[in-house]
């Protein structure tokens, strides 16, 4: 299964930006999946998850309030909604399956600009 984030852009502080995660070679229906991102100089860290039957998950303190993570109808596409970004957020984010594949490559990030 092949995974690719879009979505990312430069934006405002205070700003709004929706990334998708689109997967190709088969679905992610059954899986946790969860949004991640690697800042300069940092390692990369989970933002926010949610489980395989959509009724839990995890957000990080960071971004707890203001990221939102969704699936699509479809099933194999899921979203993230950030509202009120702060240069902090600035990073690429990469959707993948929680947890992630040892080995596994990652897919193709996007890249997220907040500036001050």
């Known amino acids: 299964v092949q995974l690719q984030a879009s979505g990312g852009g430069a934006v405002e502080a205070g700003g709004s930006l929706r990334l998708s995660c689109t997967s190709s070679?088969?679905?992610?229906?059954?899986?946790?999946m969860g949004w991640f991102r690697q800042a300069p100089g940092k390692e990369r860290q989970l933002v926010v998850s949610i489980s395989a039957d959509d009724r839990t998950g995890y957000v990080d303190s960071s971004v707890k309030g203001r990221f939102t993570m969704s699936r699509g109808s479809a099933k194999n596409t899921v979203y993230l909604q950030m509202n009120s970004l702060q240069p902090e957020d600035t990073a690429v984010y990469y959707c993948n399956i929680v947890p992630p594949l040892i080995g596994a490559a990652w897919g193709k990030g996007t890249q997220v600009t907040v500036s001050s």
């Open positions: 070679g088969g679905s992610f229906y059954s899986h946790a």
